[in-house]
């Protein structure tokens, strides 16, 4: 038996041909676009403030300053514009720093994806296998066989999404994770009325969601969905999301967490009246620690969590399921690539997720009734859009 044919298994002479050609040209395709990007990025680097996509002026998160802090003003404070405004409008520029740090990240991406196909892809039929057997334990239905050069570019485009939203940059996180809060800072916090505790908090999640939303925009397939089931997902997932970035800026070892420059214990959070819900957020987020998840499994947990085609009011399922499934076989090629696997079976249930969020809605009832005034007026309307209902905000 040759080679090829233990590689291939039972596959024809024909079929083998078709294979070997698409490895071809999907080689040819990767280098041209690898060393185009490069090309580009480092023109970028030379011109950051024309070129490089930012989000939508519509944010205006909180912005790294480039002198070790960032500024927290909150961002979402006088919004008066509905705010799930999916339009495909063309993305705008930032801060020169968030750009170059962008063009960085992009870089080393690219870099990262030349190493990996000069070094690691001579064994690519191994690779192309993969995708096949892939493919066929996916149990695919035809319109979703991807081929493989649509699954690299899948894991690009999810790993830029989330790389180019994340609003904290890993490596600045890292840097701050020993800042904590002393003790009589923490008093500070505590004695800070509940009302206006609620209110910066809310201002904090909001602008952590405009950054979910404008995720979610860059994912590619999101913006050709129906845009009911764009708002569907995005209602539906926008807390998820965040708990999954909180992880993120999650200290496990000390139980913290980054809270307005600073990692916060969450006794910090007291004066919120909801210790049962910072707790099993901090609970959560202790657990995912634990699975070390790579910012690219972020970026793909993140994605199918947000993609998730069980929704009741979604209209066109069919279209989100088929994108779910894509996503999802782009995640497991990578984690199969990267030996990861196993870490499918320890992602965090859908139940967990979903009861937390639950939790924040129903302490966000008992506080409207507690402050019906300041939840109306204070609260930013991206908030109150996605977690007050539309009978109750008419
Ligand atoms: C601290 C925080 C949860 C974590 C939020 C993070 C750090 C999540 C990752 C984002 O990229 C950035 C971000 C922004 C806001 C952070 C939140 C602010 C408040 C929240 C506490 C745990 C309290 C939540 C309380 C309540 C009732 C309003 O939901």
Redesign the pocket.
């Known amino acids: 038996m040759s080679r090829d044919a233990v590689k291939f298994g039972r596959m024809s002479k024909k079929q083998r041909a078709i294979l070997q050609a698409e490895v071809q040209k999907l080689l040819k395709e990767q280098r041209t676009e690898i060393s185009a990007s490069l090309q580009s990025s480092e023109s970028q680097a030379e011109q950051p403030s024309t070129t490089t996509p930012e989000l939508p002026h519509s944010i205006q998160p909180s912005t790294w300053s480039g002198h070790g802090k960032w500024d927290f003003s909150c961002s979402t404070r006088n919004c008066s514009l509905p705010r799930l405004q999916l339009q495909r409008e063309p993305l705008v520029l930032h801060t020169p720093e968030k750009a170059q740090a962008e063009v960085t990240i992009r870089k080393n991406y690219l870099r990262d994806q030349q190493h990996h196909f000069e070094n690691v892809r001579p064994n690519v039929f191994h690779n192309i296998e993969s995708y096949c057997s892939l493919n066929f334990c996916s149990c695919l239905p035809p319109e979703c066989m991807v081929s493989a050069s649509e699954i690299e570019l899948l894991m690009q485009n999810v790993v830029f999404a989330h790389q180019e939203t994340?609003?904290?940059p890993n490596e600045n996180l890292k840097i701050l994770r020993w800042e904590t809060f002393s003790p009589e800072q923490m008093q500070r916090f505590q004695q800070k009325p509940m009302d206006q505790m609620?209110d910066s908090?809310?201002c904090?999640?909001t602008?952590?969601i405009q950054?979910i939303v404008e995720f979610a925009k860059r994912l590619s397939g999101f913006m050709d969905l129906n845009p009911n089931d764009q708002i569907v997902l995005l209602k539906a997932g926008a807390m998820e999301l965040?708990l999954i970035?909180?992880s993120?800026?999650f200290n496990c070892y000390n139980n913290t967490?980054?809270?307005e420059g600073k990692y916060?214990q969450l006794e910090l959070?007291h004066s919120?009246g909801?210790s049962d819900?910072?707790s099993s957020?901090f609970d959560f987020c202790q657990s995912l620690c634990a699975l070390n998840l790579s910012e690219q499994e972020m970026a793909f947990f993140s994605a199918i969590t947000l993609l998730n085609p069980g929704h009741l009011w979604l209209q066109e399922k069919h279209k989100v399921d088929t994108l779910y499934r894509k996503i999802h076989l782009a995640f497991r090629h990578l984690l199969r690539r990267t030996h990861r696997e196993f870490i499918l079976m320890k992602l965090p249930e859908k139940a967990k997720l979903s009861s937390i969020c639950q939790l924040?809605l129903e302490?966000?009832n008992i506080f409207r009734q507690m402050y019906p005034s300041i939840a109306w007026e204070k609260f930013p309307p991206l908030y109150k859009e996605l977690f007050i209902s539309e009978t109750e905000t008419s």
Do not use: E, G, N, S
């Open positions: 994340c609003q904290f609620w908090c809310v904090h999640i602008d952590a950054y965040l970035r909180m993120r800026a967490v980054y809270f916060a959070f919120l909801c819900l910072i957020m924040h302490k966000l």
